[in-house]
């Protein structure tokens, strides 16, 4: 659990202290007050990831320099600081600690839950690679480093396509290390979908109370043989200076009762679809590692029914730590503490 969280010069926030309780707890408030940037330091603190960015100078409040997230987590007194000049900084215990993957073996794990979620199912296939991802980086450290390591490669192969002199051996070589890294990346997410397709079949029929059967296909951006695919794309890539096989080009098919989900589901069936999604994440997360992760729900709750409402409620797990941003309480049940935005000012 995360017990206290601490910011300064986080988004909206100069200087912000809170302390959570084991079971968790509401954050309310109306829009634009910061509820969201809440939950989205307790993600930078846990995971050094933001669901809001992929750049962490976008989270610095205006006109400051950097940014800095402390709080206790899991027992352990954890800091990340942020500047344009010196990048990211990471302590534990007030220990200096150099590699983000040595402060991610020490952490613990999160389910973000978001509004936006709902590009899981309508959104472009980038969204669903960035899902497969997050839950694999918090399930293995070593896919994190095939990870890293093949957009590296990824990008460095990219620029030589686009070079107009050719770059055949220097090519070749950013070739193999892509197979590597790639290969690895193929075998791993066609694993996760294996594993969360029943997952997220039982949420999807926990949270909307009627028999709808999830389908997860994993479609390999790779073909059945990734250098046999580079191979047969040689030509094209060089005319159009990009790499054309691999895993950034990975899709998940979703359906629902074997119906494409974005075409034929309603959007109440979509949003507890992406909902389902999140709750196979977790049980996932759970099951393979022997940890609870912590439920950040942000702003969910208001384009759902009551009855599906209350469902998804049922549905996270009772002794996981929840914390939950929405406009109002009046639908909830007790037995959270809540924090009002309107007294953190």
Not at 16 to 37: C, H, M, R, Y
Not at 143 to 167: E, F, G
Not at 243 to 257: F, M, Y
Not at 315 to 341: C, H, S
Request: hydrophobic letters at 40%.
């Amino acid at each position: 659990m995360v017990s206290s969280l601490r910011l300064m010069n986080f988004r909206c926030f100069r200087e912000l202290a809170l302390e959570f309780p084991e079971s968790g707890a509401v954050i309310v408030g109306d829009n634009a007050q910061g509820k969201t940037s809440i939950l989205e330091a307790v993600c930078i603190l846990v995971r050094l990831h933001s669901p809001r960015s992929t750049r962490m100078g976008r989270m610095v409040q205006v006109e400051q320099a950097g940014f800095g997230v402390a709080g206790e987590c899991w027992g352990l007194e954890r800091q990340v600081q942020y500047s344009a000049r010196q990048g990211v900084a990471m302590k534990s215990e007030d220990e200096a600690i150099a590699k983000q993957g040595d402060y991610l073996r020490e952490g613990g794990l999160v389910v973000w839950m978001g509004n936006d979620d709902l590009e899981l199912v309508r959104g472009s296939g980038k969204v669903r690679r960035r899902y497969l991802d997050f839950l694999g980086c918090q399930l293995d450290a070593e896919y994190r480093d095939h990870l890293n390591r093949y957009n590296r490669v990824l990008k460095a192969r990219n620029l030589l396509l686009k070079d107009r002199s050719p770059r055949t051996a220097e090519i070749a070589a950013y070739t193999e290390l892509l197979i590597v890294h790639g290969d690895f990346l193929t075998k791993a997410r066609s694993e996760l979908v294996v594993m969360l397709e029943p997952a997220a079949s039982n949420a999807q029929c926990a949270v909307s109370s009627c028999d709808e059967r999830v389908g997860i296909e994993y479609v390999s951006g790779s073909g059945d043989d990734f250098k046999t695919s580079l191979e047969m794309t040689a030509e094209r890539e060089q005319r159009m200076g990009q790499t054309l096989a691999g895993p950034h080009r990975d899709e998940l098919r979703l359906s629902i009762n074997g119906m494409a989900a974005a075409d034929f589901a309603s959007e109440g069936q979509q949003r507890t679809m992406a909902l389902a999604l999140k709750l196979a994440q977790g049980e996932l997360l759970h099951q393979k590692t022997g940890r609870m992760p912590i439920y950040l729900l942000d702003d969910i709750f208001g384009e759902l029914d009551p009855s599906r409402r209350n469902a998804l409620m049922k549905a996270l797990p009772t002794t996981a730590q929840k914390l939950i941003t929405t406009t109002n309480v009046g639908w909830m049940e007790d037995g959270f503490a809540v924090i009002e935005m309107s007294d953190l000012k």
